[in-house]
């Protein structure tokens, strides 16, 4: 499962926790990822400018599934995955394949 987030999104927050019962619950059968969206692309602020508040939420919400920021502007992520709204889940089978 891979799961697109960012730290302004209050549904996203809301939901890191469930993902990481899901991991725990079921950690035989499968992987659950986030990756943080919260990067815009303005130079002042490179990916690694949001790592501390990434890290700071994905504590408070006891979420201890592996985590990504994203090094792509999140615009840029919304339109080529034509992407209206995060959170957004996707889930992959054992082949990698889109399900």
């Known amino acids: ?21 899901l991991q725990q619950a079921h950690s035989d059968d499968i992987i659950c990822i986030s990756l943080n969206v919260d990067y815009v692309g303005m130079k002042s602020k490179p990916p690694k400018y949001y790592r501390e508040r990434v ?8 979420s201890h599934v592996i985590n990504y920021l994203c090094t792509i502007e999140a615009d840029v992520v ?12 996707y889930v992959y089978g054992a082949g990698a394949q889109l399900v």
Do not use: G
Request: glycine residues 0%; hydrophobic residues 40%; aromatic residues 4%.
């Open 78 to 89: 919304f339109r080529e995955l034509n992407l209206s709204s995060i959170p957004a889940v």
């Open 1 to 21: 499962m891979l799961d697109l987030w960012s730290t302004s999104c209050e549904p996203c927050v809301r939901e890191l926790p469930q993902l990481a019962k």
């Open 55 to 62: 890290q700071r939420v994905l504590e408070l919400c006891q």
